[in-house]
């Protein structure tokens, strides 16, 4: 269910090549909200994550955000900076918004322009304008006209009860190829958009999302491949009438971002192009909780690992050998690896366990996988999914 005074939905303008698919979306508030992003950390940015970043350096508050598929509008220079400040424009020009108070995003393929002319464009956004709304279908149709090769649609909402009533957090994502999120504030892609009525100044909204980003989709990895678009942006329109909130109830509104993220973030990972199995990796007791995660991050990058998994092999020794690369400092000797919760590797040595049973737990469509290091008392999680032929056959041919 949408917050409060937030309206969206999704159509078909042409802009993807694919015949019939959704296309256009739009994410509009009825009142000014506070706003925050977090934006691709990649030199190679799109066209969209540029304006974005300028917008919201400036501040102030925002109405609405406009999304298109089939196209990155990436690598396409001042010619892409001008379709995307167009894109905002239409949406302006149709609602009678403030002149900058638009963000925008794209996916699809980079180095190609958005094939739309402005007046098409406006003819577009006029009609989406008299189909968006509050209802499950609007929803759909938002999230379907943002997805690429995402086989499902990613989308959740959360409900905190505070002491002056209730506050609503709307949310979804798009990604299932080229996901690795390397994501910073403005000071195939992921797309996350996250709606809520509840009353929160900029600077704060954005140092909530940054911490709970930190956690979720810089936690998740499909093919080590940072995008050119990731975007996520929140906006904050303040009307469940709650006011300000008190510092026990902000508390449980930032636990709720946190969830919602997180769940997001690991719906990314289980449709990751090609996907059989979505795997946890969890790195237990080490020195410092960035040495857990970026051991986390590269066993889940590493190609050897993710095919083994897709194989129902339990090879620890592609863990193990991710972990020594990734350039933390550990003793070999102390750790032990669990996989699929089969013990095969104990203060580095490997053990004598079952391949049957290991094979059986690893043909389930969830593996968890655990390395201890045995260094100290941080641990993190990492998600993922395994490299399946499907991968190579999505990507063999995706600007074809």
């Keep these: 269910m949408l917050p409060k005074g937030f309206k969206i939905g999704g159509m078909r303008s042409g802009l993807s090549k ?33 304006i974005d970043i300028e917008r919201l350096k400036k501040g102030g508050k925002f109405s609405a955000i406009v999304a298109n598929s089939g196209c990155a509008n990436a690598c396409t220079g001042d010619k892409g900076k001008k379709d995307a400040e167009n894109m905002c424009s239409a949406v302006e020009k149709s609602f009678n918004f403030e002149i900058g108070s638009v963000l925008c995003a794209s996916t699809g393929v980079i180095g190609q322009y ?41 989308k959740s909402d959360i409900e905190v009860e505070v002491k002056s009533g209730k506050i609503k957090i709307w949310g979804c994502v798009k990604g299932a190829g080229m996901i690795h999120p390397n994501m910073q504030g403005p000071h195939a892609t992921m797309l996350s958009f996250i ?57 449980k509104f930032i636990k709720a971002v946190d969830e919602l993220t997180l769940e997001l973030a690991k719906s990314v990972a289980k449709d990751g192009e090609g996907a059989t199995k ?38 620890w020794g592609r863990a193990i050998a991710a972990a020594g690369r990734a350039g933390v400092e550990f003793d070999p000797d102390k750790v032990d690896i669990y996989i699929g919760g089969v013990h095969t590797f104990k203060n580095g040595i490997a053990l004598n366990f079952s391949e049957e049973e290991a094979k059986q737990s690893l043909l ?37």
């Excluded at 577009?124 to 149709?141: A, H, M, P, Q």
């Excluded at 995660?293 to 129902?312: D, E, H, N, Q, V």
């Excluded at 968890?368 to 990492?382: F, P, R």
């Design 18 to 50: 694919k015949e019939g698919k959704k296309d256009l979306a739009l994410f509009v508030s009825e009142s000014p909200a506070s706003a925050a992003g977090v934006f691709t950390k990649s030199i190679v940015k799109a066209a969209p994550v540029l």
């Design 114 to 154: 958005l094939n739309i002319l402005q007046d098409d464009l406006k003819k577009s956004i006029d009609l989406l304008k008299g189909n968006i709304g509050t209802f499950s279908k609007n929803e759909v149709e938002a999230v379907l006209a943002i997805m690429t090769t995402d086989t499902f649609i990613k």
């Design 195 to 251: 709606l809520t009525d509840a009353e929160i100044e900029s600077k704060t909204l954005q140092k909530i999302l940054e911490n709970s980003a930190d956690e979720s989709f810089h936690c998740v990895s499909i093919d080590g491949d940072t995008s050119t678009n990731d975007t996520v942006i929140v906006l904050a329109n303040g009307q469940s009438g709650t006011g300000k909130l008190s510092e026990a109830d902000l508390e």
């Design 278 to 315: 979505f795997i946890e990796i969890e790195v237990k007791n080490t020195k410092t909780k960035e040495d857990a995660k970026l051991i986390g991050s590269t066993i889940a990058t590493s190609p050897l690992f993710k095919t083994a998994i897709f194989g129902a092999d339990a090879n």
């Design 364 to 400: 389930k469509k969830e593996v968890k996988v655990v390395v201890d290091l045995k260094a100290g008392k941080e641990n993190s999680k990492y998600y993922t999914c395994d490299f399946s032929y499907d991968y190579v056959k999505i990507n063999g041919d995706y600007r074809t």
